[in-house]
């Protein structure tokens, strides 16, 4: 079975600070990777996504993420946050490329950036 | 429309009590999901439609859930004599069939069971 763990329930950070947020995956498969953002009250927003080939990935809004197959991570970066980042991250996967849906999410990261 | 688009977006219902949660998703997506988002549990999937295929229902908790989707389209979360532990955000997501597409998540139902 696959299992996500998001090392960090809340990370408060200054304002263009950088940031990490940890995502640790467990599976005896390949997996695909994802990181969502949910600010209050909305929907979960697709941040950024891995499916194959280069292990570094770009995505909205100035984030980042690294996918590491020997440490099995997946950590977000950004190298300046705002106020307007603050908001929950989730860590996912899914196992299957062509259905890319059915994801197995993390517990979230609370990212708090204050002024 | 612009996005997938759920209702009510909140409920307050009594215990014992069914309710239906009704999602829209975005025009032309074949696939569609709903997940369940709550505090003690984080979110979970509960089950997914892909056109015609029989859904997966692998993550449906208890049968007292269940769901449909008519016309490939409109979809509705059933859940019948509700539980306090039913308590919780009720997402909706649709995609696009095939590799690499992205899933659009709607704002959500707000389910509390009194």
């Known amino acids: 079975a696959q299992s996500v763990t998001q090392l960090d329930s809340q990370v408060p950070v200054f304002e263009e600070a950088p940031v990490e947020l940890r995502c640790n995956y467990s599976?005896?498969?390949?997996?695909?990777l994802f990181w969502y953002v949910q600010y209050p009250n909305q929907g979960l927003q697709l941040l950024l996504k891995y499916l194959s080939g280069s292990t570094l990935v770009k995505g909205i809004n100035g984030f980042e993420a690294e996918f590491n197959k020997s440490q099995t991570s997946f950590h977000l970066r950004k190298p300046s946050v705002h106020i307007s980042d603050t908001a929950e991250y989730f860590c996912a996967v899914s196992v299957s490329r062509s259905n890319t849906g059915k994801l197995i999410f993390g517990q979230g990261t609370t990212l708090q950036v204050k002024p | 429309g612009a996005g997938v688009s759920q209702s009510p977006s909140n409920k307050v219902t009594e215990k014992g009590k069914d309710v239906e949660l009704r999602c829209d998703p975005i025009s032309g997506h074949t696939a569609l999901y709903w997940y369940r988002q709550s505090l003690g549990q984080g979110l979970e999937f509960l089950i997914y439609f892909q056109g015609n295929s029989a859904p997966d229902k692998s993550g449906l908790p208890s049968d007292r859930f269940s769901a449909e989707r008519t016309g490939g389209s409109v979809s509705t979360l059933t859940i019948q004599r509700t539980q306090q532990e039913d308590s919780a955000v009720y997402l909706c997501a649709s995609s696009l069939e095939g590799e690499s597409t992205e899933a659009f998540f709607g704002q959500g139902t707000r389910l509390t069971v009194v």
């Open positions: 599976s005896s498969v390949s997996v695909y």
